[in-house]
Every structure is written in C-alpha cells, then in structure tokens.
C-alpha cells in the first residue's frame, strides 16, 4: 500500500455501521483522512454496529495500551435456535420449543439477573483467538473441530430493555455493562441454555468502550463530508484512554525527551510515582511520551515525535 500523511496524530471514535468489518471501517477512515497509518481497539463483528475507536498516524502506538476494560452493549437475543456462530450469519445448528414464560418482563428479568457476576466463558468458534497460529473462524469455516478453552469474564450489569414477538420468534433486547474480553454472543447462546432452550445474537450495538460512549462518535458519513478538519474536531483525548499519571514538560524537557535523555523526577512526583509506573509526558496539548520511573528518574519507554493531539478535549 502506498503510503501517505496527514500530518496529525490523534484517536477518534466512529460509529461502526451493520454489515461492515472493522477492516472496512479503517479503509474509511483512511480515505476521509488522508492517512494510511490507521488501526482500531477493539473489533466488532459486521453484523454489529457502534463504537470503534480508531488511532491516526503515531497514535496506532496507542492502541495496544488504550484502557477499554470495560464495555456496553445493546443486544437482541432471539430465542428458539442455536447457530454455528452464535449469532444471526450462522446456520441453524440446533433448536427448541420456547414457551409462553419468555414473553413474561419478571421472567425475563430474573433470568437476565443471573448472568450477573463473574464467569467462566466458552467464545464462539467462529472468532478472532488465536489457535495454534491460525484464527479460530478460520480453521470453523474449513470444518475442522475448534475446543476454545473457557475464560474469565465479568457482567457487571444485566437489564431488560423491551420483549417482542416477531413471526413467531420470542426475543429479549438487553443492555449489558461487560468486561473487556466479553463475547455477547456467548452470553446469549449460554443464556439459551441455562434456561432449557436454544438462543442467539440477532442485534448487537457497542454503545460505550471504555470512557468512549456514542454521543463522542462520528458516524462514516459525517467523517467523509468533513474530511480531516472535521475529525480533528472530534478528537478523543488520548488521557481519557491511559491509566497512568500525566506530567507538563517545560521545552528543555522536551529537547531532552526527544533525544531520549533521561529526566529528573519532580520533587512532588517522587512520593506518588513508584518504581517503573508509567507517566504521560505533555507538552503543548500533545502526548509527547509514555515514559516511566526508572532508579530516581523518568527514562523512555514510549516517544511520539510529533505528538499525540488532543490532550485536555
């Protein structure tokens, strides 16, 4: 691929519509930007929609540190049929009577109450982990038999949003406050079974990751009628995603922090900041480095030349 610059590095949230891939979206955003270095935190599957955070130019640096442990959701989860991938693109592997308890609001909560909690969690066969080197789906769509080992996850909330009832296929819409690593999909299959039936995913939008809600999210569109200045209007703040400190430098500091040259530690920074903590270094609205407490001082871990933009929106 060709490369090219827009000059700016920062992170954006865009509204990932249905019936794209992540992948999609970043070829989207490329375009509208005007920069080949694009990447996403946090894949969603084509047939959800909601929030995806991007980085642009230095900032894809950023992704793998991004803070997104916890995670919203909506979700329709439609009762009566188990699929091959646990949600709506798969094929009917197995199905079961749904009686008239599913259309009751106080069953329906009582069941959802449940989920609350910590489990340990089967992801769907058809996902993105990695087995033996190759992906999960991949080695599904050939045929091959893929055991996932069950993970830790946490539903932190579980909430009944409407019930409706649509040629004759009873569904749940549900709000759920999960933690990072969460597949909705394997909630809705478990889900169906705990209560002696057989369920899917059949609607999924991502309405918060991490602090980056909806309401802070450009949709595809708005992004390719305003281009680059439009996206730097909506810039999310890099602080916002980072669980460390920050830390102002003066424009010496920065020479220094250019060059790599190790900083001294600021006297109130002492006490607060153990051995090996990380710490944001700002300089002008912009991350300059992600640098840590290394023997009394703060040595390189991360730089960002230009400057991550956005600090303080």
């Not at 803070?67 to 646990?86: C, N, P």
């Not at 949600?87 to 008239?100: C, F, N, S």
């Not at 340990?120 to 893929?146: C, H, N, T």
Request: with cysteine.
């Amino acid at each position: 691929m060709k490369r090219f610059s827009c000059g700016h590095s920062f992170l954006l949230g865009v509204v990932k519509p249905v019936g794209l891939s992540s992948h999609d979206v970043v070829a989207r955003v490329r375009r509208a930007v005007g920069e080949s270095k694009v990447g996403h935190a946090g894949t969603l599957d084509p047939l959800a929609s909601g929030v995806l955070l991007m980085g642009i130019g230095q900032a894809t640096r950023l992704l793998g540190l991004v803070t997104l442990d916890d995670k919203r959701y909506r979700a329709r989860i439609s009762f009566g049929s188990e699929t091959s991938t646990d949600d709506a693109e798969g094929e009917a592997v197995r199905t079961a009577p749904v009686d008239r308890r599913f259309l009751d609001g106080d069953f329906a909560r009582d069941a959802l109450a449940t989920l609350v909690g910590d489990h340990m969690q089967v992801p769907p066969a058809y996902s993105a982990i990695s087995v033996d080197g190759m992906r999960a789906y991949a080695l599904a769509r050939k045929g091959a038999e893929v055991e996932l080992a069950a993970r830790p996850i946490t539903v932190i909330s579980s909430e009944l949003v409407a019930i409706s009832q649509d040629d004759g296929t009873v569904s749940w819409t549900c709000d759920f406050h999960v933690s990072k690593g969460t597949f909705i999909r394997a909630l809705a299959r478990d889900l169906g079974r705990s209560l002696g039936t057989a369920a899917h995913l059949s609607a999924l939008e991502r309405t918060a990751s991490g602090t980056i809600s909806l309401d802070r999210c450009m949709t595809l569109d708005e992004l390719a009628e305003g281009g680059l200045d439009a996206a730097l209007a909506h810039m999310v703040d890099p602080l916002s995603t980072l669980p460390y400190r920050s830390l102002p430098i003066s424009d010496d500091e920065l020479a220094d922090v250019l060059n790599g040259r190790q900083l001294d530690l600021p006297k109130d920074d002492a006490a607060a900041l153990p051995e090996g903590a990380p710490v944001c270094l700002i300089h002008d609205a912009r991350l300059m480095g992600i640098w840590e407490r290394r023997n009394g001082k703060l040595a390189a871990r991360s730089n960002f030349p230009s400057g991550i933009e956005g600090v303080g929106r």
